[in-house]
C-alpha cells in the first residue's frame, strides 16, 4: 500500500490544482447533487427507521442494488477540485462539506468575497457557513457528537486560513464545548485567521445555533515546507507596491 498522502491519482489531482485546470463547479450535474441528498436522506431514515426485520432486508437489497449501479465506473481517485462561483478550489469529496460526499453534514459555505490569493500578504477574512445536522450525527441524546462538532469547526477554519492567503494542515485543534449543539437546526458556523508566525497559522472559530455559542475553536495550521518556500519566492519575486517607501 502507498504511504499516505502519496497515492499517485492523488498527485494528479494535486497536480491538476498546481496547473490552474479546476472546473467550474457548476459544471457539476444536477443527478450527481441529487444522489447525495437521496443517500443522505437514506443514511438518516436508516438511523431512525422502526420497520420490521423483512423490510430492512427489502431495503438493504435495493441499497445493495443502487451500491452495484454506481461502482460500474469509478474515478481513480476520491479527490475532486472545483473551483466556486467566488473563486474558491474546493475539493469535492471532503468530509468537512464536500458536495459530492453525503458523509459531509450539509455545510454550505457562504461566498467568500475578500479571500486573498494564496501567498500574498495574509489579511483575516471571515468565513461563514450554514449546516444543518441530523440524527445521523447524534452524541449524547438530543445533541450532536462532539466529534462532529470538530469536524466542522476544522473545515472552516481551515477554509479560513486559505481565505487570508496562508493555508495548511490542521496541526492542533483545540474545541470549547460551551452548550448542546443541537441536530435538525439551523447552525452557522464562523471562523477566521487570526495571525501567522513562520508556517504556522492561526484561526479561531465558533458555531451558533439561533444566536447562542455552542462551541468555540483555536486550531494552528502548518503549511508544509516546500509550499512555504515557494511562497517566500513568489513574495521576492513580486514587483514592490508603487507607494513603497514614501510615507
Ligand atoms: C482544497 C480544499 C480542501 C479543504 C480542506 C479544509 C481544511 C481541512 C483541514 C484538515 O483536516 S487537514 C488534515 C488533518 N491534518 C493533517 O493531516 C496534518 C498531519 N500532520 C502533518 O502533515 C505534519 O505534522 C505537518 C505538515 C502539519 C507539519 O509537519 P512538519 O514536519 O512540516 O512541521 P513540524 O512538526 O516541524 O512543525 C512546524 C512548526 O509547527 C509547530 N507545531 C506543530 N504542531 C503544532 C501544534 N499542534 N500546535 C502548535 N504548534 C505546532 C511546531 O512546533 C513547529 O514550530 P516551529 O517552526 O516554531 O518550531
Not at 96 to 104: E, H, I, K, V
Not at 156 to 171: K, N, Q
Not at 202 to 221: D, K, M, P, S
Amino acid at each position: 500500500m502507498a504511504e499516505p498522502g502519496t497515492d499517485t491519482d492523488d498527485f494528479a489531482a494535486l497536480e491538476q490544482l498546481i496547473v490552474g485546470e479546476i472546473p467550474d463547479v457548476t459544471s457539476i450535474p444536477d443527478e450527481a447533487l441529487d444522489l447525495v441528498e437521496q443517500v443522505r436522506d437514506l443514511v438518516e431514515a436508516t438511523v431512525l427507521t422502526d420497520v420490521g426485520a423483512d423490510v430492512r432486508s427489502a431495503a438493504a437489497g435495493l441499497v445493495a442494488q443502487a451500491t452495484e449501479l454506481l461502482k460500474a465506473a469509478t474515478h481513480p481517485s476520491a479527490v475532486r477540485f472545483a473551483r466556486t462561483p467566488d473563486g474558491r478550489i474546493d475539493q469535492l469529496a471532503q468530509a468537512g462539506s464536500g458536495m459530492l460526499n453525503p458523509q459531509a453534514p450539509r455545510m454550505v459555505i457562504r461566498p467568500v468575497l475578500d479571500a486573498v490569493d494564496v501567498g500574498a500578504e495574509p489579511r483575516s477574512v471571515e468565513v461563514v457557513a450554514d449546516c444543518v445536522l441530523t440524527a445521523a450525527h447524534s452524541g449524547p441524546p438530543g445533541r450532536a457528537h462532539g466529534g462532529v462538532v470538530a469536524t466542522l469547526l476544522d473545515h472552516l477554519l481551515g477554509i479560513a486560513t486559505s481565505a487570508a492567503g496562508r493555508p495548511g494542515f490542521t496541526a492542533g485543534l483545540e474545541i470549547r464545548y460551551r452548550d448542546a449543539t443541537p441536530y435538525d437546526v439551523p447552525l452557522e458556523v464562523r471562523a477566521r485567521w487570526t495571525h501567522r508566525d513562520g508556517r504556522k497559522s492561526f484561526a479561531t472559530g465558533e458555531i451558533l445555533a439561533q444566536g447562542r455559542v455552542t462551541a468555540e475553536a483555536t486550531g494552528v495550521f502548518v503549511a508544509p515546507r516546500d509550499m512555504q518556500a515557494r511562497w517566500q519566492r513568489d513574495a521576492e519575486a513580486r514587483p514592490e507596491p508603487a507607494d513603497a517607501g514614501q510615507a
